[in-house]
């Protein structure tokens, strides 16, 4: 039983770093401000939500399901669910206000075919 | 062209909201009685107020007891009084509508919330292949759009629901008119919100602007 639990989670935390890479890579090679927040904005909402649903499925079979363990250590994985929430509700959020304030201070999109900025 | 089309569509826009208006003055009248039909003229009715700061403090009372897991008298009263507290300073922000279709409208949004998961997952997909593609096949683009949504929860909801699917970011909202500046990251996903809307007839789904009617006219559109 933990070593198929042991298996998932390893699998949701190297998916979720895959994503943060990913996203981190995209930062590098894309060419302009907005491309950037393309890749930044949403592998790291992914990346992060997958790698504390690893988390969050470790705690939950190792500690929280033994028996005559105390209670503030069974809610861990309901706190980590919250920051799941959060993450989904502040970083779409965040990422449309850098995209705003770009745009209110008149950064000019990249076109196919110019060069890089 | 373009322009035309934009102003046929703010039009239909503002007729189908003086619709909506008319429904529901008829049928949620014994509610308020302001009628208006915006879900924004919800705050300042007196009826609300109670129900309002009744969920507020469950909500944050149930929040408290989740992160503090200890249950003795001390820490539960504590819990009641901040509950209190900050239910009666900020209740109006968390309960602004008060209806027999709150109950449908979450379930509708829980379902909703399942088809966004999967577009969240594609959303990352799509990225990660431009970005791993040695040719990086983007092609940014600016676009505009308007909806029928007025409500700030639904501009929320669209606004990042837009934010976290494929190759599109939300730039802007204009709440009044429902306008929405979004930026694609290539032709494909901006079709896919300017011509199929399918996520605008979902998030109008789930907030049910506009009744039957508007779903109607949208399918017209989609065929036109």
Known sequence: MIGIIEIIVVILLAAGVFFMLTGAIGLLRFPDFYTRLHATGKCDTLGEVLIIAGLLLHHFFVYSSVPGAELSVKLVPVKLLFLIVFIFLANPTATHAIMKAAYNTGEKPWKVGEERK | ?224
């Open chain 2, 1 to 224: 062209m373009k322009k035309g089309e934009k102003v046929e569509k703010r039009k239909k826009g503002e007729k189908s909201r003086g619709e909506k208006s008319r429904g529901e003055r008829g049928k949620e009248g014994k509610r308020g009685g302001e009628g208006g039909g915006g879900e924004r003229e919800g705050v300042e009715r007196k009826g609300g107020k109670g129900f309002g700061i009744f969920v507020t403090f469950c909500v944050l009372f149930l929040f408290w007891l989740l992160l503090s897991g200890i249950f003795d008298a001390f820490h539960v009263g504590a819990g009641v009084i901040c509950s209190v507290i900050v239910a009666l300073i900020s209740h109006d922000l968390l309960v602004r509508e008060r209806g027999e279709k709150v109950l449908l409208k979450s379930f509708r949004f829980v379902i909703y919330l399942g088809w966004e998961l999967w577009q969240i997952a594609l959303a990352n997909f799509d990225v990660a292949y431009r970005v791993l593609h040695p040719r990086m096949p983007i092609d940014p683009l600016i676009i505009e759009f308007d909806t029928p949504l007025r409500s700030d929860f639904a501009l929320v909801t669209l606004a990042n629901s837009i934010t976290l699917t494929p190759g599109t970011i939300t730039i802007s909202v204009e709440p009044e008119r429902g306008r929405f500046l979004v930026h694609a990251i290539s032709k494909k996903p901006a079709d896919a919100l300017t011509v199929e809307k399918t996520m605008q007839n979902k998030v109008a789904d789930v907030f049910m602007v506009g009744g039957q009617e508007k779903g109607g006219e949208w399918k017209n559109d989609m065929a036109a």
